[in-house]
C-alpha cells in the first residue's frame, strides 16, 4: 500500500468518509466537514507513528494541512529530511 493509500485509509476509516465523488484529494477536509481541530491533532499522531517521524511546532502552526494531497505531499517532505525522527 502507498503512502497516499494509507493516509486516505485512515481518514476515510477513522472520520467515516469515502474519496471520490463530492470528495477528492484537493478537498478541504476542513470546510468539507470531516476533520474538526481534534480530529486534526489526532491525524498528526497518526501521520507521526505510522511514518515514523516527529513533528515540531512550526510543523504544526505554520502549515495546516487541509486537503488528502496536502497531508501527503507534507509526509513526503518530512520523509526527504535526512533526519525526521
Not at 54 to 64: F, G, Y
Request: hydrophobic letters at 45%; zero cysteines.
Amino acid at each position: 500500500m502507498s503512502r497516499t493509500e494509507k493516509i486516505q485509509q485512515y481518514i476515510e476509516e477513522r472520520f467515516l468518509v469515502e474519496f471520490g465523488g463530492d470528495l477528492d484529494a484537493d478537498t478541504d477536509l476542513f470546510k468539507a466537514g470531516v476533520i474538526d481541530s481534534f480530529g486534526y491533532i489526532q491525524l498528526m499522531n497518526f501521520l507521526e507513528d505510522e511514518f515514523a517521524f516527529q513533528m515540531d511546532e512550526a510543523d504544526i502552526l505554520t502549515d495546516v494541512f487541509v486537503s488528502l494531497s496536502s497531508i501527503d505531499d507534507f509526509v513526503a517532505r518530512k520523509l526527504a529530511e535526512p533526519n525526521p525522527r
